[in-house]
């Protein structure tokens, strides 16, 4: 299965990533994907972006390709990879409550919440299931960032079957199978599905 899109990445803007927007939009097109979701932490994250910053995005480039002549990444009307421009939210509370405000949602083309340490304190498999419901109940978000990390403790089959019904996606990314990682809930959560 080839991949066509990408819609957890960071920037230097993160706080925590290596990359500037320009360098993932390149790497993008040297994959083949025809889209790229830049989704930077919400305001709570050590590092991470002011609101402000997301209220900006409108002044992005929302389609990219390289320059026939000299391969650079240019924004191109009718280029091969579309930007999407989104957030990583970070859940606060039980109530699925997110670290920004609706008026800077609803001008993303969609956003992520997912339960970090630094915003969430980590409670029961219950408890850590409800907020993760109740995130993705939230209109703007469609996905759940990393809910296989073993610090917060999920009732996947629930998280599946919720997620089925609010047609929600569950991320399981390139750390959530490796033996080596901190997320060792990824084969559960294929297993519920």
Same mark, same amino acid.
């Given at each position: 299965?080839?991949?066509?899109?990408?819609? $957890? =990445?960071?920037?230097?803007?993160?706080?925590?990533?290596?990359?500037?927007?320009?360098?993932?939009?390149?790497?993008?097109?040297?994959? /083949?994907?025809?889209?790229? @979701?830049?989704?930077?932490?919400?305001?709570?994250? &050590?590092?991470?972006? $002011?609101?402000?910053?997301?209220?900006?995005? *409108?002044?992005? &480039?929302?389609?990219?390709?390289?320059?026939? #002549? =000299? @391969?650079?990444?240019?924004? *191109?009307?009718?280029? %091969?990879?579309?930007?999407? !421009?989104?957030?990583?939210?970070?859940? !606060? %509370?039980? #109530? /699925?409550?997110?670290?920004?405000?609706?008026?800077?949602?609803?001008?993303?083309?969609?956003?992520?919440?997912?339960? $970090?340490?630094?915003?969430?304190?980590?409670?029961?498999? *219950?408890? #850590? =299931?409800?907020?993760?419901?109740?995130?993705?109940?939230?209109?703007?978000?469609?996905?759940?960032?990393?809910?296989?990390?073993?610090?917060?403790?999920?009732?996947?089959?629930?998280?599946?079957?919720?997620?089925?019904?609010?047609?929600?996606?569950?991320?399981? #990314?390139?750390?959530?199978?490796? &033996?080596?990682?901190?997320?060792?809930? @990824?084969?559960?959560?294929?297993?519920? !599905?």
């Amino acid at each position: 299965m080839k991949a066509i899109m990408d819609l $957890h =990445t960071h920037t230097l803007a993160a706080g925590h990533a290596y990359s500037t927007l320009l360098e993932n939009i390149d790497a993008a097109l040297a994959m /083949g994907l025809q889209y790229l @979701g830049m989704s930077e932490h919400g305001p709570t994250s &050590p590092g991470g972006p $002011h609101n402000f910053f997301f209220s900006n995005y *409108k002044v992005i &480039p929302r389609i990219y390709d390289r320059e026939e #002549n =000299t @391969g650079r990444v240019i924004p *191109k009307p009718d280029g %091969s990879l579309r930007l999407l !421009c989104g957030v990583e939210a970070n859940i !606060c %509370s039980t #109530n /699925g409550e997110l670290d920004l405000e609706e008026r800077y949602l609803q001008k993303m083309d969609y956003a992520l919440a997912s339960i $970090h340490p630094f915003a969430f304190t980590a409670g029961s498999r *219950k408890e #850590n =299931t409800l907020a993760s419901v109740r995130a993705f109940q939230n209109p703007y978000v469609k996905i759940l960032g990393h809910p296989d990390d073993g610090r917060f403790p999920l009732d996947y089959d629930e998280l599946v079957r919720e997620a089925r019904q609010a047609q929600a996606v569950l991320e399981v #990314n390139n750390s959530s199978l490796n &033996p080596q990682s901190a997320r060792q809930g @990824g084969r559960e959560i294929l297993q519920s !599905c």
